[in-house]
């Protein structure tokens, strides 16, 4: 996967940043503890929190409600997308930090830009990497899937 990997440009340093302050202005102990960021290809930024729930299942990621307010929004270009952590205990290491997006995610963020950069941790530096790089195999219908 090192092939794979790009450095972070500015911009993509500053979205990191839009998300990191999204989630420590909405962060709710066991209620909300991820944000995501998103840029479009005409530089449009949109923001989510994760929406979690009793019913864990019911839960939906951040990456989910981002992609879900732009799509809202009549956008369909991903050019980049990053998810942070809130640390969840005052016993936990105190940085918000980038995480990777889960499998669900990681096909979502694919049906809608498989060539969508993704920004991620890899060991322990920051990198980005095209969505589809993160889902070898990915699950297609024939004569279905919008071919994104």
Known sequence: MHDLLHPLTDADV??????????????????????A??????GKIYTGIHIDAYVSSLAVCAEQVTLGTALTEGEVDI???????????????????VVTPCGRCREMICDYGKDAWVIISHEGQLMKTKAINMLP????????????
Request: charged share 40%; glycine share 4%; hydrophobic share 30%.
């Open 37 to 42: 960021a998103m840029r479009t290809k005409d």
């Open 79 to 97: 050019d980049t997308i990053v998810a942070v952590r809130h640390p969840k205990t005052e016993s936990e290491d105190p940085e918000v930090r």
């Open 137 to 148: 195999e990915k699950y297609y219908l024939p004569g279905i899937n919008k071919g994104n």
């Open 14 to 35: 500053e979205l990191i940043e839009i998300a990191k302050t999204k989630i420590k202005q909405r962060y709710r102990r066991r209620w909300h503890q991820l944000a």
